[in-house]
């Protein structure tokens, strides 16, 4: 067998680790030093990875010259100086998303990314995911006549405010920019015009949900909902996430509860229905795309820094549009609290298996 890619891992937070997890279980990698500025997660990987070697510094990553790739799961403020210092040192780089803490530094890296000859991948998993997939093959084949209206959805008890995720920015930013991203992806088109409402729930300062509408250049509409806000109290906790692809003939659409992602194709000549497991971040798929890539030295199909950029420079956008609406307070600060002391003491939170509960994007807190 070929002898596998070398990765160097930067943060062992829940995608860290989660990487970690899936290049363990792939052919292609083997994962050779981890860094984390935090002492327990140095530990954790120490028990976790015990082949790799275990860094507090970062720079006997970039500077061995066996290490191919370099996976950069710190936060958004960290990861301009990372993904430099990278390039410089000609690693292939596997980013978490936003690349950056603000848009022009992002589109600033966008430039020098696309200026290496270095491979780098942004994690915007939707677009590794199987029912989009299906969905875009179906609306290809004319099934659903000319694509006019694509509507996104994902709302569900997420993360909360004050547990983290600070320099990625409020929820319409920090998640929401994944399904700004998916609208774009099916519209095909950029985005031309929109309007945003938000709500202030528990009088917290920023929107914990929004919802925005408007127009692609080529004239297809939309709506984008993401809201953090579904359900935190609720005994069983809800989810209400989908996309829905209307057509001027037919329609495609697709829902998921983080377990199970079902997909309901409605034709001129086909209707059909398949249920298949949601496989959370699709990491694995992430991962053997980006090792393939590698050793074909041409991009086979990841996600790219480019498009990443967009959906943040366009979910800050509508995050702004929101806020400049002035967005109403519903409910109280006391309920939030309640709120983060009830996630405080989850231990097994939506029912769901603890791997799929611990990556899901609701960013539960498992103690
Ligand atoms: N693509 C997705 O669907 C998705 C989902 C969740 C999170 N994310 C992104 O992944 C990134 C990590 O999120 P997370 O939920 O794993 O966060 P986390 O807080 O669980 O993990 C971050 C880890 O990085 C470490 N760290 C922070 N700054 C560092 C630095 N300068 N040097 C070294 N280590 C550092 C922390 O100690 C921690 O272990 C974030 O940018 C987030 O936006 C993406």
Not at 47 to 55: D, G
Not at 128 to 134: F, L, P, R, T, V
Not at 198 to 210: C, E, F, H, N, S
Not at 291 to 313: H, M
Request: proline share 5%; charged share 25%; hydrophobic share 45%.
């Amino acid at each position: 067998m070929a002898k596998k890619l070398r990765a160097g891992i930067l943060g062992y937070g829940r995608m860290g680790r989660a990487f970690v997890v899936a290049m363990q279980e792939s052919a292609l990698w083997d994962v050779a030093a981890v860094y984390d500025i935090c002492g327990q997660a140095r530990q954790l990987a120490r028990q976790q990875v015990p082949n790799a070697a275990i860094y507090d510094a970062p720079d006997a990553i970039f500077g061995d010259p066996s290490i191919d790739a370099v996976g950069l799961f710190t936060l958004a403020d960290a990861r301009p100086q990372q993904i430099r210092q990278a390039l410089a040192n000609r690693k292939h780089v596997l980013a978490e998303k936003p690349v950056a803490a603000d848009v022009p530094t992002e589109w600033q890296l966008v430039r020098e990314i696309e200026a290496s000859d270095r491979l780098v991948a942004v994690n915007l998993f939707n677009r590794n995911a199987w029912y989009h997939k299906d969905l875009q093959r179906f609306i290809e084949e004319g099934e659903i006549g000319d694509l006019a209206v694509i509507r996104v959805c994902h709302m569900t008890p997420g993360h909360m405010p004050l547990e983290g995720h600070d320099p990625e920015g409020p929820p319409f930013h920090d998640c929401g920019m994944h399904y700004v991203d998916v609208a774009r992806w099916y519209a095909k088109s950029e985005y031309q015009s929109w309007h945003a409402q938000g709500i202030r729930a528990w009088g917290y300062k920023d929107p914990w949900w929004v919802q925005a509408h408007g127009t692609f250049a080529n004239g297809v509409v939309f709506d984008i909902t993401q809201g953090f806000i579904y359900g935190h109290l609720a005994k069983e906790q809800p989810h209400n996430c989908y996309v829905d692809a209307i057509g001027t003939k037919g329609v495609a659409r697709m829902r998921h509860d983080f377990a199970e992602a079902t997909v309901e194709l409605y034709g001129v000549h086909n209707t059909l229905r398949k249920s298949a497991a949601f496989n959370d971040k699709k990491l694995d798929v992430m991962v053997d795309v980006f090792a393939r890539s590698i050793l074909a030295g041409k991009n086979l199909g990841f996600p790219q820094a480019r498009d990443s950029v967009i959906a943040s420079e366009v979910s800050w956008a509508m995050l702004n549009d929101a806020i400049s609406h002035v967005p109403p307070v519903r409910g109280t600060p006391e309920e939030m609290l309640e709120i983060l002391e009830h996630r405080r003491n989850m231990v097994n939170g939506f029912g769901l298996p603890v791997k799929t509960q611990e990556l899901a994007e609701s960013e539960l807190i498992v103690r």
